[in-house]
């Protein structure tokens, strides 16, 4: 029986004690390991270049440069780059929103319980769908900054596209979409890669909030 490596995971937060608070949850788990931490912004930009995770979680607030510019420059300069999410004390904060508009693919409270905090993680990892669907739509309508009229990509995804993005906002997965539309994985997968392709978009989350931020949600 093959056994999957475990996923491998950087901490960057400047809380010392909550580095170690998250270390301890992860690290009970045996498929996942924490291979790296970092206390600022810049310094989690060079572990995670130097050690290559696969999931990164970021604290939003940090020194020297934060948890935004931290995922910017992450996503923009390696090739194959980690699933970030993003550790946060406020929901609501528009420092979240901008690290999602950023590429970060989603956000978990600090106060959240382990389970949630480890689920996260794999879920992440390891599938395809939207990390808490509900609460990226909720900050989504809340911080939108919306366009004075709808973006060109609006008007060039096909019915069916645009049947796959709503069904991508409320969490589904391929799976669960494909059997939704009654279509094939396959053909699911080949919408969900057009309307990356068109919003210009790195993954669902920031999908997402493109589609609100056009308009696109409140459409029909």
Same mark, same amino acid.
């Given at each position: 029986?093959?056994?999957?490596?475990?996923?491998?995971?950087?901490?960057?937060? +400047?809380?010392?004690?909550?580095?170690?608070?998250? !270390?301890?949850?992860?690290?009970?788990?045996?498929?996942?390991?924490?291979?790296?931490?970092?206390?600022? @912004?810049? *310094?989690?930009?060079?572990?995670?270049?130097?050690? !290559?995770?696969?999931?990164?979680?970021?604290?939003?607030?940090?020194?020297?440069?934060? @948890?935004?510019?931290?995922?910017?420059?992450?996503?923009?300069?390696?090739? +194959?780059?980690?699933?970030?999410?993003?550790?946060?004390?406020?929901?609501? +904060?528009?420092?979240?929103? +901008?690290?999602?508009? $950023?590429?970060?693919?989603?956000?978990?409270? #600090?106060?959240? *319980?382990?389970?949630?905090?480890?689920?996260?993680?794999?879920?992440?990892?390891?599938?395809?769908?939207?990390?808490?669907?509900?609460?990226?739509?909720?900050?989504?309508?809340?911080?939108?900054?919306?366009?004075?009229?709808?973006?060109?990509?609006?008007?060039?995804?096909?019915? !069916?596209?645009?049947?796959?993005?709503?069904?991508?906002?409320?969490?589904?997965?391929?799976? *669960?979409? $494909?059997?939704?539309?009654?279509? @094939?994985?396959?053909?699911? #997968?080949?919408?969900?890669? %057009?309307?990356?392709? #068109?919003? @210009?978009? !790195?993954?669902?989350?920031?999908?997402?909030? %493109? %589609?609100?931020?056009?308009?696109?949600?409140?459409?029909?």
């Amino acid at each position: 029986m093959t056994t999957c490596p475990p996923v491998r995971i950087v901490l960057a937060d +400047d809380e010392r004690m909550v580095r170690t608070a998250l !270390r301890a949850i992860l690290s009970a788990e045996p498929d996942l390991e924490v291979v790296g931490e970092a206390a600022t @912004g810049a *310094e989690a930009v060079s572990v995670v270049r130097e050690l !290559r995770p696969d999931v990164v979680l970021m604290d939003v607030r940090m020194p020297e440069i934060d @948890g935004i510019r931290a995922t910017e420059q992450i996503l923009a300069t390696l090739d +194959d780059p980690p699933r970030i999410v993003v550790v946060t004390t406020f929901e609501n +904060d528009s420092y979240v929103y +901008d690290a999602l508009r $950023a590429g970060a693919a989603g956000f978990l409270l #600090k106060r959240s *319980e382990a389970d949630a905090l480890v689920q996260a993680v794999r879920l992440v990892s390891h599938t395809d769908t939207l990390l808490f669907p509900s609460a990226v739509r909720a900050l989504a309508a809340e911080h939108a900054r919306a366009y004075p009229a709808p973006p060109p990509w609006v008007a060039r995804l096909t019915g !069916r596209e645009s049947d796959v993005l709503r069904l991508m906002a409320q969490g589904l997965t391929n799976a *669960e979409i $494909a059997r939704r539309m009654e279509v @094939g994985p396959a053909t699911v #997968k080949s919408h969900v890669a %057009a309307v990356l392709a #068109k919003t @210009g978009t !790195r993954d669902r989350t920031q999908a997402v909030i %493109a %589609a609100y931020e056009a308009g696109f949600m409140n459409a029909r």
